[in-house]
């Protein structure tokens, strides 16, 4: 078996990992035996010397991010076995088969136990995205495994590392394809039909989290008038059209992003004036909309905070933009408000919308709490994972 490097914890720092939390930080180590690079594989031990779990060095605060609680070789055949179990385990929640949902997440971090690991798989398209230097160092392996794991479904494999491998390493690199070439393509969400452009597009090219909330909105939808803030390429939008409602408006800043929602309404058959996809800033949008013009409006922004010291900062643009669109929306409305930020936790996002109705002076009603879908599982070790918050709100 290979020798790696080895961390050394200090005494009594080695709970956390005996209770599976996939991170080790700095602080909790007290020597390093071998000289690991970042990337590398290291193995980590107990002050006793008694092994523990194996992961990827990173440097910084957090210095390990682990993916094995059982020592063996870290080569192509773990890698090889790793990705194919979670291929099975979507199988088994019946993502891989469905005839009407063609794009799914298949490996989410932490919540897969491949903490630095993204996969999202549009039909025969699979978007990789690693966040750490260990994962993109063997990005190859990682393609060639999906294609193996999905027993000749997936022809293409795009590598789009490198917005978050700069943000959170510094390093500087390149997008390509690993496998194929096919970057653009049409998928079904519950029977509804989305371009998809894994190049171009943010994140991996469409937001999947929120699929099962684009299903629940169908609910509320009909015959309402309804905004799509920061409505990205228009999912909301699609399925409250399709829900029957009376207008829709999907609002987002980005005009590429725009451009693709006014393709996906048309796609799936709305050319109407009543459904208007609108470039302009959010806030300058709500600003200058008319009282009580929207009952069902839907507010989806990006995450206001990437880390633990933009909290208070992002805990200020919540409550400033939810208490601007409950002071403008309609009596007896319903608002779908979201927070994507994992330094919000669910209870810190509810006091804040539950702020921004008292600065509205507006009175609202709990009607569900909302998160991820099955495809974005949360390690109940690491629930840190758990980074989608959401409201349905009745507002008198």
């Not at 990005?139 to 943000?167: C, F, H, N, P, W």
């Not at 393509?185 to 894994?198: D, K, M, P, S, Y």
């Not at 974005?376 to 994972?385: D, K, L, M, R, S």
Request: net charge neutral; with cysteine.
């Amino acid at each position: 078996m290979t020798s790696y490097p080895q961390i050394i914890l200090k005494p009594g720092k080695e709970t956390p990992v005996l209770r599976f939390h996939p991170w080790i930080f700095s602080g909790a180590i007290d020597k390093t035996v071998g000289k690991p690079a970042e990337g590398d594989v290291v193995e980590c031990f107990t002050s006793k010397g008694d092994y523990l779990a194996t992961g990827h060095c990173m440097p910084g605060s957090l210095a390990v991010k682990l993916f094995s609680f059982q020592r063996q070789e870290i080569d192509k055949e773990f890698w090889f076995r790793k990705v194919k179990e979670i291929w099975e385990v979507r199988k088994s929640l019946s993502f891989t088969d469905n005839p009407k949902t063609t794009a799914y997440r298949l490996i989410h971090n932490e919540g897969d136990s491949m903490p630095g690991l993204i996969v999202d798989i549009y039909g025969n398209l699979a978007v990789l995205q690693a966040h750490t230097t260990g994962m993109h160092d063997i990005r190859q392996m990682l393609a060639d495994a999906i294609v193996a794991g999905s027993e000749g479904k997936i022809t293409s494999v795009y590598d789009k590392s490198s917005d978050a491998i700069r943000k959170m390493t510094g390093h500087l690199v390149d997008d390509s394809f690993l496998v194929g070439n096919t970057g653009d393509c049409e998928i079904l969400e519950n029977g509804h039909c989305f371009q998809v452009n894994a190049v171009t597009g943010q994140k991996t090219g469409f937001f999947l989290d929120q699929r099962e909330n684009r299903e629940l909105l169908a609910h509320y939808s009909k015959g309402r008038n309804v905004l799509n803030m920061f409505g990205y390429t228009g999912g909301f939008s699609v399925y409250a059209a399709k829900a029957g409602a009376k207008t829709v408006h999907t609002v987002d800043s980005s005009a590429p992003a725009i451009a693709i929602a006014e393709n996906n309404m048309k796609l799936n058959g709305f050319e109407s004036s009543d459904y208007k996809c609108i470039v302009v800033d959010a806030r300058k949008y709500i600003e200058t909309m008319e009282h009580g013009q929207y009952d069902l409006i839907i507010l989806d922004p990006p995450a206001y905070a990437k880390n633990i010291a933009s909290q208070s900062q992002a805990v200020k643009g919540y409550r400033t933009i939810n208490a601007m669109a409950l002071a403008k929306i309609k009596s007896g409305g319903i608002l779908f408000t979201f927070s994507c930020s994992q330094v919000v936790d669910r209870q810190m996002f509810t006091s804040t919308v539950t702020a921004a109705a008292v600065d509205a002076g507006r009175q609202i009603r709990i009607i569900q709490h909302l998160s991820q879908p099955a495809d974005h599982p949360v390690n109940i070790f690491h629930q840190e994972g758990e980074y989608l918050k959401g409201l349905v709100l009745l507002v008198e």
